[in-house]
């Protein structure tokens, strides 16, 4: 399973950018599919997941200003982030909960990373 993200770059905050993520590979199904950020020396958090059902949960610092949508039909999955701040600074990685075989396990498969830097 590969995960290939694009979008990122640097922007002024306020701004807005558009991140997106594709899933490509042999597998069974796809649970959820999300983003996570890191910053130097410091653990990766959840931004945004989005469930089977269309459920999206968000971590409390985006809630408001960042938007997750996915299309299941072509495995990708989309963060539209809005009034961005500097704090969002961060490289965001790609992450999806896939199955490789019915009934199999569900693994953690994660996005090469894409920087995000917001300039004040």
């Known amino acids: 399973v590969q995960l290939q993200a694009s979008g990122g770059g640097l922007v002024q905050a306020g701004a807005a950018l558009n991140l997106s993520c594709a899933a490509s590979?042999?597998?069974?199904?796809?649970?959820?599919m999300g983003w996570f950020r890191q910053t130097p020396g410091k653990q990766r958090e959840l931004v945004a997941q989005i469930l089977n059902g269309g459920r999206a949960n968000y971590a409390d610092s985006v809630k408001g200003r960042f938007i997750a949508s996915r299309d299941t039909a072509k495995n990708t999955v989309f963060l539209r982030m809005n009034s961005l701040k500097p704090e969002d600074t961060a490289v965001y990685y790609c992450n999806a909960h896939v199955s490789l075989v019915d009934g199999g396990w569900v693994d953690d498969y994660w996005g090469q990373g894409t920087l995000v830097t917001v300039s004040s």
């Open positions: 590979g042999s597998f069974f199904a796809i649970t959820s």
